[in-house]
């Protein structure tokens, strides 16, 4: 996404475009590894060093928001982001934390019955065990 996408993405959200906003947008879409709130603040920060831990993490909290950025949540460790526009799933690895984009197919809609007053807004799985990093160091007897 060039730098005029970028403005247009966030002026459509209904978000101005600041120039810090702009660098937490245009870092997410150049690194698809699903870094951190940390590390996109020290990846921003080095960029320019006026920029704040807080504005970094009210940008990325914005960009949540707006659905232009994902959060995804892993137990016991760091939300990490994706700003990966089309629809996917994820893997997150028990050993090392590695958060993976796995290709998207479509979750049943639950019933209208087990949701109560409740509106769904999207249904997402996170795939959760050993990414093939962390899985020759595990006994698969262990595994389930």
Known sequence: MDAEA????????GLRCTSQRYAVMAF???????PT????????????????????????????QA??????AAEGRAARFDAKGMRHHHFICD?????EDIEWYD??????????K???RECELIFRGRCTRCAPRHDPRKAF
């Open 6 to 13: 970028i403005k247009l993405s966030l002026e459509e959200s």
């Open 28 to 34: 997410l879409l150049e690194h698809n590894q699903h």
């Open 107 to 116: 979750v049943p809609k639950p019933g209208s019955r087990s949701l109560g």
């Open 37 to 64: 709130a940390a590390e996109i603040f020290a990846a921003v920060n080095r960029l320019d060093p006026r920029s704040s831990r807080a504005t970094t993490y009210n940008n990325l909290r914005d960009l949540v």
């Open 95 to 99: 050993g090392c934390g590695s958060v």
């Open 118 to 120: 409740r509106i769904l």
């Open 67 to 72: 659905g232009l950025v994902r959060e995804v």
